[in-house]
């Protein structure tokens, strides 16, 4: 895979605490069917994480649907709520972080989002991310009954609550003002242990709404892979700068992430060589997806092709 010519820009956790460091790699689990049946979906589960936590794996992340809407599979198979499987994982995990790779921002109330999130960071000992983007499927949000107001309206809510989540995280429990949430007393008891707070993750790659709000309000941006469009993506990150610098921001304050696909059988070499691309282009962190359900086989790949990087960092 080829992307180019490209400025090699870095990225750093400025407003987290967290160090710039090595390429992260991480799994988004997207399909949690398992081989033995919905009585043995908790113990996949955990094994996969209990790999990854065990291993270099960054993070796990976790969709947010309520059926099976994984891009790479069309069988409808077996989806958990992502906030209640990443609890299962909090207390069973010790060192790997834990986000939802991304919660639409009207499905749930703000508060109670915030408040899912915070809950997972202190439960986890500081591990939660808030991974939030402004939704998009119409046909899971009419089939199963959940609000998606047009596009213009989703990404007024979904600035309003990165503004909540920044207030509510701070510990100021003054009103909130906003033009589709008014909250009279927003509480947050007890606070994130990650301060000033969670890291948050806006997905998205939309050049004049989203990469502005990662911008204003984001640790982190997360961009889609596209073989053969390493140009694409360069120019992404040309209008992510663009934003930060007009709203005076250093661009190495986020950390630029990019969903990509684990082949079945890819070797670990293959991985890494495919990483040192994408560093070139300046993305820091790959998120991974499978087709169908994650095994701790394909795990153990990825790990091993993490340490292949960081060998070679």
Request: aromatic letters at 6%; proline letters at 6%; glycine letters at 10%.
């Amino acid at each position: 895979m080829a992307y180019g010519d490209c400025l090699r820009q870095g990225d750093a956790w400025q407003n987290t605490g967290l160090q710039a460091g090595p390429m992260r790699l991480s799994i988004n689990i997207g399909n949690f069917t398992s081989p033995g049946g919905p009585d043995s979906i908790g113990r996949s589960l955990l094994d996969v994480a209990r790999a990854a936590d065990e291993s270099g794996i960054d993070t796990v992340w976790v969709g947010d649907h309520l059926i099976q809407a994984n891009p790479y599979d069309t069988t409808g198979d077996d989806m958990l709520e992502a906030y209640t499987a990443l609890g299962f994982l909090a207390g069973r995990t010790e060192r790997v972080r834990l986000g939802v790779m991304v919660t639409a921002v009207t499905f749930r109330p703000p508060s109670l989002l915030i408040k899912a999130v915070t809950s997972l960071d202190v439960l986890s000992g500081g591990r939660a991310w808030f991974g939030v983007g402004a939704g998009y499927n119409e046909t899971e949000a009419r089939a199963m009954g959940l609000p998606l107001p047009p596009t213009a309206e989703r990404f007024e809510r979904l600035e309003e609550t990165l503004r909540l989540a920044r207030q509510m995280w701070s510990g100021v429990e003054a009103p909130f003002e906003g033009v589709h949430y008014r909250l009279d007393h927003p509480t947050n008891r007890p606070n994130s242990l990650s301060r000033p707070h969670p890291p948050i993750l806006v997905g998205g790659a939309g050049e004049k709404k989203t990469l502005r709000l990662v911008a204003a309000y984001a640790d982190a941006c997360n961009l889609f892979d596209i073989p053969g469009q390493g140009n694409l993506l360069r120019r992404k990150l040309d209008v992510l700068a663009g934003h930060c610098q007009a709203v005076g921001r250093p661009f190495d304050a986020i950390e630029k992430t990019v969903s990509s696909r684990l082949e079945p059988g890819e070797s670990p070499a293959a991985v890494a060589e495919r990483c040192a691309a994408f560093a070139e282009l300046g993305i820091g962190h790959i998120v991974m997806v499978v087709d169908g359900a994650w095994t701790v086989e394909a795990v153990e790949r990825l790990a091993a092709a993490a340490d292949l990087v960081a060998h070679h960092a």
